[in-house]
């Protein structure tokens, strides 16, 4: 069994997840570019029930998708303001964490077999999309569950303005 720990700056919070992601999700929506403060998210997607809390208890903000207008949850430490995971109206049975948050964020394969780039059509400028990966310019589903046909790059492609 896999077994990944990891928390909040302030450690307050701390939780471990017992497998393996069940897809990786590399995001360029401008709602995960600002609420990381950077060019987007790694996010590793987990079965609700992989994941638990082994200290403190995490804070919540609801506000809806723009995309879907369905509710998005962020967990957060109340105390240093850490984001730990997201939980999904739209995607009920599982949580999408924030990578950075994971002791050694490394440990979970990130190949093109169970990764995808999505929201790539408003990704910053300059940003490097890798050869051989399923990219989405919007979400790879649409808003009534179909999945969306993905475009793969021979070589890697740059994000101009």
Same mark, same amino acid.
């Given at each position: 069994?896999?077994?990944?720990?990891?928390?909040?700056?302030?450690?307050a919070?701390?939780?471990?997840?017992?497998?393996?992601p069940?897809?990786?999700?590399?995001?360029?929506?401008t709602?995960?570019?600002?609420?990381t403060?950077?060019?987007g998210?790694?996010?590793?997607?987990?079965n609700?029930?992989?994941?638990?809390?082994?200290?403190?208890?995490?804070?919540?903000?609801?506000?809806?998708?723009?995309?879907?207008?369905?509710?998005i949850?962020i967990?957060?430490?109340?105390?240093? +303001? =850490?984001?730990i995971?997201?939980?999904?109206?739209? $995607?009920? !049975?599982?949580?999408? &964490?924030?990578? /950075?948050?994971?002791?050694?964020?490394?440990?979970f394969d990130?190949?093109?077999?169970?990764?995808?780039?999505i929201?790539?059509g408003?990704?910053?400028? +300059? =940003?490097?999309?890798?050869?051989?990966y399923?990219? $989405?310019? !919007?979400?790879?589903? &649409?808003?009534? /569950?179909?999945?969306?046909?993905?475009?793969v790059?021979?070589?890697?492609?740059?994000?101009?303005?």
């Amino acid at each position: 069994m896999s077994r990944h720990e990891g928390g909040c700056l302030c450690r307050a919070i701390r939780y471990t997840v017992t497998a393996n992601p069940v897809r990786v999700t590399i995001c360029h929506c401008t709602f995960c570019q600002a609420a990381t403060g950077s060019v987007g998210m790694v996010e590793p997607i987990f079965n609700k029930g992989d994941l638990k809390l082994l200290a403190g208890t995490v804070s919540t903000f609801d506000m809806p998708s723009r995309g879907s207008g369905k509710r998005i949850t962020i967990n957060f430490c109340k105390t240093c +303001g =850490t984001k730990i995971f997201l939980a999904f109206e739209r $995607f009920s !049975e599982v949580y999408g &964490l924030y990578a /950075g948050t994971f002791d050694d964020p490394n440990w979970f394969d990130r190949s093109p077999a169970n990764t995808k780039y999505i929201f790539t059509g408003v990704a910053q400028k +300059g =940003t490097i999309l890798p050869p051989g990966y399923d990219t $989405f310019v !919007e979400h790879a589903w &649409l808003s009534d /569950g179909s999945p969306v046909e993905p475009s793969v790059f021979n070589y890697p492609h740059i994000i101009e303005p």
